[in-house]
C-alpha cells in the first residue's frame, strides 16, 4: 500500500504577493473576491509594501491616522495595484533606461604627437606594455608615454530593450526580514518563503520532528540561473573585471543548490535527505516529482519542496534577450499597433500574453514551498490537506536540432498524466471537472505547440471545453520556481472554485489549437461544477518536460475516509479544526507584518562526538525519535 504525499503547508513570494492562505491567489482574482476578501487582501499587501503601518492591531497612515479596511481600500488600492504582479521593472534591479555598459576606446595622440597621461604608480598594469614609457613625478604619480597609442574600456550607459518583469511587491525586501547580510536575493527569498510555507501548516516544526525519525525529513529545492548578484556568482565573475575583490563567499553561495542548504542548514536543521534537481524551466516539477517519490516509497515522512529564482539582473536579461526569448518594447509597441513617432509608454502590465498575441515571455522572480506529508502522518498531527500530488511525469524529447524548442516529451508526460488520473478518480472526474494550468510562457511558439498538445490530448481521453489557464499572465515566468507558481494558484483555484482568466489578452490568438479547449479572458466560476483535478504542464530548454497530478482537497478527504474509516477521519477532522486556527493566528500577523522568519544561524549545532551509535540505531542529539536501521528485504530472493 503506498503512502498518499498530501499537501499539508505551501507558501512563499511571488509578483501577487504571499502565497500562504492563498493571498497571492487572491490578488489574481481581486475582482471576483467578496468584500471582506478583497480588503483582507489589499491590507496584508498595503503593509508588505510600506504603504501603511500597523500599531496595536490597527492600520495607521504613516502620519499615524487610523484606517479601517474599507478606507483602506480606498486609499491605496490603486498604488497597491500599480506596485505589484508584471510592471515596468523598478530601479531597485536596476535602471532600465540606463543600464551600465562599457564601451572600448582606442586611443591616439593628436598630429603625430605622443600620448601622455599622468596615474599613480600602483595602477600601472602588470606586466607593463612595452611600448609606454613610465617617469615618477613623486612617490605615487607617474607620467605615461604613449607613441603608439592604447585600448582602454569606458564606462556607459544604455536603455535596454526589455522593461518589465514579476517582480515582488514595490517595497517588499526580504532581505530585511531577518539577518541577511551577504545573502543573495535569492536565497533570502528562500528563507523567507520556507518559512511562509512551514508557518502555514499551523503545526510548530519542533512538534513535526517529535513524530518522525531524523531521516525521515527530505529537502528538495533549486534554482536554475543561481545566484547572479553581487553576493553570488555575479560578484565572483565581476570582481576582477571591475577591480575588486573576490570574497570567499562569493562561490558557495552561488551555487544552485544554496536553497535547499540554506533551509536545511539555517530553517530546519534537518539531517535527513537533501538534494537540487534541476530541469530548466521545470525544475519545480522534478523537485516534486523526487519527494512524492520519497513519500511513496516510505523514505521520508515529511518533505519540504521548493525553488527560489532571483534573475531580474541584466546578466539574465541580454541572455534570454540575445536569444528573441524576451518581451521586449519594440515587440509590444508593435502588438498595440503604436508608431515610432508615438512617445506613449506600452502597457507593462499586459506583457506576458499567453495564447494570444505575444512576442516573448516576461522574467519573474519568485519563491515557492509547499510541505508534503504521507496521509498517515498528516491524520496523527490533525494537518490541514489542502490537496495531493499523485504523480509527476517527465520525459525527454529525443533527438534535437534545437536546444530551445519543444519536442515529443510533452506528449508523454501529459497524456500519461491524464492516464493515470483517470485510474485514481475515474473518467467523468477528469472530463467534467478538471482543468489545465498550462506552462503558458507568452510566446508565439509556444502558443501553438503547447495549444496543440493539449488538444490533442483532450481528443485522446475525450475531454470537450477542458479549461486551460496559465499563471504567467499574472507573475510571468520565474523559470525554475513557474511549475510551483502555478501550483499554488492551483491550490487556490480549489479553495474558491474560480479559474483565473487570462486578462492580459483581448482574444486567443487564430493559430491557437482550441477545438477541445475552453481558454477564457476573465474568471471562470465553478460552484456548479467544482474542480477536482489539476493538471500542471511545464517545459523547460534542452527537452526537459514535466506534468504533474493535483487532487483537490475534497477529493483527498473522501480517499482518506476510504482508507482509515469514518471514526479515525472524524477524529481526524476534529484536530484538524485546532490546527486550522493556528494557521489563522499566523495568516493575522502575517497580515499585520509579522512574519517571525525561522532563521537560525549558528545555534543548536550538533555535537557529532554526542552521537551514541548502537548496532540498531543512532540517536541524533536534538531529535526524540532514533534512527534505525531498517530491515532490507530488496534481494532477498536473491539471496542463501
Same mark, same amino acid.
Given at each position: 500500500?503506498?503512502?498518499?504525499?498530501?499537501?499539508?503547508?505551501? /507558501?512563499?513570494?511571488?509578483?501577487?504577493?504571499?502565497?500562504?492562505?492563498?493571498?497571492?491567489?487572491?490578488?489574481?482574482?481581486?475582482?471576483?473576491?467578496?468584500?471582506?476578501?478583497?480588503?483582507?487582501?489589499?491590507?496584508?499587501?498595503?503593509?508588505?509594501?510600506?504603504?501603511?503601518?500597523?500599531?496595536?492591531?490597527?492600520?495607521?497612515?504613516?502620519?499615524?491616522?487610523?484606517?479601517?479596511?474599507?478606507?483602506?481600500?480606498? $486609499?491605496? +488600492?490603486?498604488?497597491?495595484?500599480?506596485?505589484?504582479?508584471?510592471?515596468?521593472?523598478?530601479?531597485?534591479?536596476?535602471?532600465?533606461?540606463?543600464?551600465?555598459?562599457?564601451?572600448?576606446?582606442?586611443?591616439?595622440?593628436?598630429?603625430?604627437?605622443?600620448?601622455?597621461?599622468?596615474?599613480?604608480?600602483?595602477?600601472?598594469?602588470?606586466?607593463?606594455?612595452?611600448?609606454?614609457?613610465?617617469?615618477?613625478?613623486?612617490?605615487?604619480?607617474?607620467?605615461?608615454?604613449?607613441?603608439?597609442?592604447?585600448?582602454?574600456?569606458?564606462?556607459?550607459?544604455?536603455?535596454?530593450?526589455?522593461?518589465?518583469?514579476?517582480?515582488?511587491?514595490?517595497?517588499?525586501?526580504?532581505?530585511?526580514?531577518?539577518?541577511?547580510?551577504?545573502?543573495?536575493? /535569492?536565497?533570502?527569498?528562500?528563507?523567507?518563503?520556507? +518559512?511562509?510555507?512551514?508557518?502555514?501548516?499551523?503545526?510548530?516544526?519542533?512538534?513535526?520532528?517529535?513524530?518522525?525519525?531524523?531521516?525521515?525529513?527530505?529537502?528538495?529545492?533549486?534554482?536554475?540561473?543561481?545566484?547572479?548578484?553581487?553576493?553570488?556568482?555575479?560578484?565572483?565573475?565581476?570582481?576582477?573585471?571591475?577591480?575588486?575583490?573576490?570574497?570567499?563567499?562569493?562561490?558557495?553561495?552561488?551555487?544552485?543548490?544554496?536553497?535547499?542548504?540554506?533551509?536545511?542548514?539555517?530553517?530546519?536543521?534537518?539531517?535527513?535527505?537533501?538534494?537540487?534537481?534541476?530541469?530548466?524551466?521545470?525544475?519545480?516539477?522534478? !523537485?516534486?516529482?523526487?519527494?512524492?517519490?520519497?513519500?511513496?516509497?516510505?523514505?521520508?515522512?515529511?518533505?519540504?519542496?521548493?525553488?527560489?529564482?532571483?534573475?531580474?539582473?541584466?546578466?539574465?536579461?541580454?541572455?534570454?534577450?540575445?536569444?528573441?526569448?524576451?518581451?521586449?518594447?519594440?515587440?509590444?509597441?508593435?502588438?498595440?499597433?503604436?508608431?515610432?513617432?508615438?512617445?506613449?509608454?506600452?502597457?507593462?502590465?499586459?506583457?506576458?500574453?499567453?495564447?494570444?498575441?505575444?512576442?516573448?515571455?516576461?522574467?519573474?522572480?519568485?519563491?515557492?514551498?509547499?510541505?508534503?506529508?504521507?496521509?498517515?502522518?498528516?491524520?496523527?498531527?490533525?494537518?490541514?490537506?489542502? /490537496?495531493?500530488?499523485?504523480?509527476?511525469?517527465? !520525459?525527454?524529447?529525443?533527438?534535437?536540432?534545437?536546444?530551445?524548442?519543444?519536442?515529443?516529451?510533452?506528449?508523454?508526460?501529459?497524456?500519461?498524466?491524464?492516464?493515470?488520473?483517470?485510474?485514481?478518480?475515474?473518467?467523468?472526474?477528469?472530463?467534467?471537472?478538471?482543468?489545465?494550468?498550462?506552462?503558458?510562457?507568452?510566446?508565439?511558439?509556444?502558443?501553438? +505547440?503547447?495549444?496543440?498538445?493539449?488538444?490533442?490530448?483532450?481528443?485522446?481521453?475525450?475531454?470537450?471545453?477542458?479549461?486551460?489557464?496559465?499563471?504567467?499572465?499574472?507573475?510571468?515566468?520565474?523559470?525554475?520556481?513557474?511549475?510551483?507558481?502555478?501550483?499554488?494558484?492551483?491550490?487556490?483555484?480549489?479553495?474558491?472554485?474560480?479559474?483565473?482568466?487570462?486578462?492580459?489578452?483581448?482574444?486567443?490568438?487564430?493559430?491557437?489549437?482550441?477545438?477541445? &479547449?475552453?481558454?477564457?479572458?476573465?474568471?471562470?466560476?465553478?460552484?456548479?461544477?467544482?474542480?477536482?483535478?489539476?493538471?500542471?504542464?511545464?517545459?523547460?530548454?534542452?527537452?526537459?518536460?514535466?506534468?504533474?497530478?493535483?487532487?483537490?482537497?475534497?477529493?483527498?478527504?473522501?480517499?482518506?475516509?476510504?482508507?482509515? /474509516?469514518?471514526?479515525?477521519?472524524?477524529?481526524?477532522?476534529?484536530?484538524?479544526?485546532?490546527?486550522?486556527?493556528?494557521?489563522?493566528?499566523?495568516? $493575522? $500577523?502575517?497580515?499585520?507584518?509579522?512574519?517571525?522568519?525561522?532563521? !537560525?544561524?549558528?545555534?543548536?549545532?550538533?555535537?557529532?562526538?554526542? &552521537?551514541?551509535?548502537?548496532?540498531?540505531?543512532?540517536?541524533?542529539?536534538?531529535?526524540?525519535?532514533? &534512527?534505525?536501521?531498517?530491515?532490507?528485504?530488496?534481494?532477498?530472493?536473491?539471496?542463501?
Amino acid at each position: 500500500m503506498s503512502r498518499l504525499p498530501v499537501i499539508a503547508g505551501f /507558501g512563499g513570494y511571488n509578483a501577487a504577493g504571499r502565497s500562504s492562505a492563498h493571498h497571492a491567489f487572491r490578488r489574481m482574482i481581486l475582482e471576483s473576491l467578496d468584500e471582506q476578501q478583497r480588503q483582507q487582501t489589499l491590507a496584508g499587501l498595503a503593509v508588505m509594501m510600506k504603504l501603511v503601518k500597523v500599531v496595536d492591531g490597527q492600520y495607521q497612515t504613516h502620519s499615524g491616522n487610523p484606517l479601517s479596511l474599507a478606507e483602506l481600500e480606498k $486609499q491605496f +488600492t490603486g498604488q497597491i495595484i500599480a506596485g505589484t504582479l508584471i510592471r515596468r521593472i523598478e530601479k531597485n534591479h536596476l535602471d532600465v533606461d540606463a543600464a551600465p555598459w562599457q564601451k572600448n576606446l582606442n586611443l591616439t595622440g593628436t598630429a603625430g604627437k605622443p600620448l601622455e597621461f599622468i596615474t599613480l604608480r600602483k595602477h600601472l598594469p602588470e606586466p607593463l606594455p612595452s611600448d609606454w614609457i613610465v617617469e615618477p613625478l613623486n612617490e605615487t604619480d607617474v607620467q605615461v608615454t604613449l607613441y603608439d597609442g592604447c585600448d582602454i574600456k569606458v564606462d556607459s550607459f544604455r536603455a535596454l530593450p526589455v522593461k518589465s518583469a514579476g517582480q515582488l511587491p514595490s517595497g517588499f525586501e526580504p532581505g530585511e526580514l531577518y539577518a541577511s547580510r551577504f545573502h543573495p536575493r /535569492g536565497l533570502q527569498m528562500a528563507v523567507v518563503a520556507a +518559512t511562509d510555507a512551514l508557518r502555514s501548516t499551523g503545526i510548530e516544526w519542533s512538534s513535526i520532528l517529535e513524530h518522525v525519525a531524523p531521516d525521515e525529513v527530505a529537502v528538495f529545492a533549486s534554482s536554475i540561473m543561481s545566484q547572479l548578484d553581487e553576493h553570488g556568482f555575479g560578484g565572483l565573475m565581476q570582481s576582477r573585471l571591475k577591480g575588486g575583490r573576490v570574497s570567499a563567499k562569493q562561490l558557495a553561495l552561488g551555487l544552485n543548490s544554496m536553497p535547499a542548504d540554506f533551509i536545511n542548514a539555517y530553517v530546519l536543521g534537518s539531517v535527513g535527505t537533501t538534494g537540487s534537481i534541476t530541469g530548466a524551466c521545470a525544475s519545480f516539477l522534478y !523537485n516534486l516529482q523526487k519527494g512524492i517519490e520519497q513519500i511513496s516509497a516510505g523514505k521520508a515522512r515529511v518533505v519540504i519542496v521548493g525553488n527560489s529564482e532571483a534573475p531580474i539582473n541584466q546578466e539574465c536579461i541580454d541572455g534570454y534577450g540575445a536569444m528573441g526569448a524576451l518581451a521586449t518594447e519594440e515587440g509590444l509597441r508593435q502588438l498595440e499597433g503604436k508608431q515610432p513617432s508615438d512617445p506613449s509608454e506600452v502597457d507593462w502590465r499586459r506583457a506576458s500574453r499567453p495564447f494570444g498575441q505575444n512576442c516573448g515571455f516576461t522574467l519573474a522572480e519568485s519563491a515557492q514551498f509547499v510541505v508534503l506529508m504521507d496521509d498517515a502522518l498528516a491524520l496523527q498531527l490533525g494537518a490541514e490537506v489542502h /490537496g495531493a500530488v499523485t504523480d509527476v511525469f517527465i !520525459n525527454a524529447d529525443g533527438f534535437k536540432k534545437s536546444i530551445s524548442a519543444p519536442g515529443p516529451g510533452n506528449y508523454l508526460t501529459m497524456a500519461k498524466a491524464v492516464a493515470s488520473a483517470i485510474q485514481i478518480v475515474g473518467e467523468d472526474s477528469v472530463r467534467q471537472h478538471s482543468f489545465v494550468h498550462a506552462h503558458g510562457s507568452s510566446t508565439p511558439a509556444n502558443r501553438v +505547440t503547447e495549444s496543440e498538445l493539449l488538444d490533442r490530448i483532450a481528443a485522446t481521453f475525450g475531454i470537450h471545453a477542458w479549461p486551460v489557464t496559465a499563471a504567467k499572465a499574472y507573475v510571468g515566468h520565474s523559470l525554475a520556481s513557474a511549475s510551483a507558481d502555478q501550483l499554488v494558484s492551483a491550490l487556490g483555484s480549489f479553495k474558491y472554485q474560480i479559474i483565473p482568466g487570462i486578462k492580459t489578452i483581448d482574444a486567443i490568438a487564430d493559430d491557437v489549437h482550441q477545438q477541445h &479547449l475552453r481558454i477564457s479572458t476573465t474568471n471562470t466560476r465553478r460552484d456548479e461544477q467544482p474542480l477536482e483535478v489539476c493538471f500542471i504542464n511545464s517545459k523547460g530548454f534542452g527537452g526537459n518536460n514535466a506534468s504533474a497530478v493535483v487532487l483537490a482537497p475534497q477529493v483527498v478527504d473522501r480517499m482518506l475516509e476510504k482508507r482509515y /474509516g469514518a471514526q479515525r477521519f472524524a477524529d481526524y477532522c476534529a484536530l484538524r479544526e485546532h490546527t486550522r486556527a493556528a494557521a489563522s493566528r499566523y495568516d $493575522q $500577523q502575517a497580515q499585520t507584518g509579522q512574519f517571525n522568519i525561522l532563521y !537560525n544561524f549558528g545555534n543548536d549545532q550538533i555535537d557529532d562526538q554526542q &552521537l551514541q551509535m548502537t548496532a540498531q540505531q543512532i540517536q541524533v542529539p536534538g531529535f526524540r525519535q532514533p &534512527l534505525v536501521f531498517s530491515k532490507d528485504p530488496r534481494f532477498s530472493d536473491m539471496l542463501d
